[in-house]
């Protein structure tokens, strides 16, 4: 299995995962021509994808979902709450396109298998998902405003994990984002802090070498090195090796990260 994140941020989140049989795009959060773009970077044929998959309705992650859905005719899954809240601009998806995805069910798409499960963000109903191949497990955990066993026991142990950092919380604090707008953030519906993300993966990772991908960075209350030291320092403090034990990476909202392969370590 091989992943790009080719997106993360506020404008704009994408995700592309493949197999020897199945290419998945997963949010769709930037507009058609800027994806084309993206998937040209890492020497992906658009054309080739088998389907896309939908985390929630917000428009960072389905800007650009009629558009390519339409464009390259095809099939999008979600569960039945995200459906009926899609934003009019998304436009009209044919209902032989569209595809329910139950949160906490499975999906089997050739030789890939997706589990979905809740996420707490002020949408619809969220979702967060794990995937397994044959090579290995990777988890996307963003847009929560805190992380429950329940999704500790579904990403625990996973070869490689995309995971929400999005604020420090004295930026966002001192920032200039009216106040009910930081509530929001800092809320149980909201997203998770760079502390929030550090011990929270004290929980999930086993220290067996895990790629981690800090992902969905605010660009107005965090920076990426901030982000970097305060979740490094957390793991530290607890006797993870990170650069042995766990290999922190990050994300870009305007670049995609390079095609890598989901391994067993």
């Known amino acids: 299995m091989k992943y790009s994140i080719l997106a993360s941020g506020s404008t704009g989140n994408a995700l592309y995962v493949e197999t020897d049989r199945i290419r998945v ?7 058609g021509k800027r994806l084309e773009k993206l998937f040209q970077t ?4 658009p054309s080739t994808l088998d389907a896309i998959l939908i985390t929630h309705e917000h428009s960072d992650h389905v800007k650009g979902l009629g558009v390519f ?3 390259y005719n095809l099939p999008v ?11 009019a601009g998304v436009g009209e998806i044919p209902l032989e396109q569209q595809h329910l995805f139950p949160t906490s069910s499975t999906l089997e798409l050739g030789d ?5 499960f809740p996420v707490s963000h002020d949408a619809a109903e969220p979702m967060g998902f794990c995937f397994h191949s044959k090579e290995g497990r990777l988890g996307l955990v963003t847009d929560t405003g805190y992380i429950n066993s329940r999704i500790v026991d579904k990403v625990a142990g996973c070869d490689a994990l995309i995971f929400e950092a999005n604020h420090d919380v004295n ?17 149980d519906v909201g997203h998770l802090s760079n502390e929030d993300a550090g011990e929270a993966l004290l929980d999930i990772l086993r220290g067996n070498g895990e790629n981690v991908f800090l992902a ?7 920076l990426s090195e901030l982000a970097h030291l305060t ?6 403090e607890q006797g993870l090796d990170v650069g042995r034990d766990v290999h922190l990476l990050e994300t870009h909202p305007d670049r995609p990260t390079p095609l890598m392969t989901v391994s067993t370590k």
């Not at 899954?77 to 934003?87: F, I, K, V």
């Open 25 to 31: 795009l997963v949010d769709a959060g930037l507009s």
């Open 42 to 45: 890492v020497g992906v044929d």
């Open 69 to 71: 859905a339409r464009r």
């Open 77 to 87: 899954y979600t569960n039945e709450a995200t459906w009926s809240e899609l934003p």
């Open 112 to 116: 890939l298998t997706i589990d979905s």
């Open 171 to 187: 930026m966002l604090r001192m920032g200039t984002y009216p106040w009910n707008v930081k509530r929001r953030i800092l809320s």
């Open 216 to 222: 969905h960075l605010s660009q107005d209350n965090n």
């Open 231 to 236: 979740v490094e320092g957390v793991l530290r």
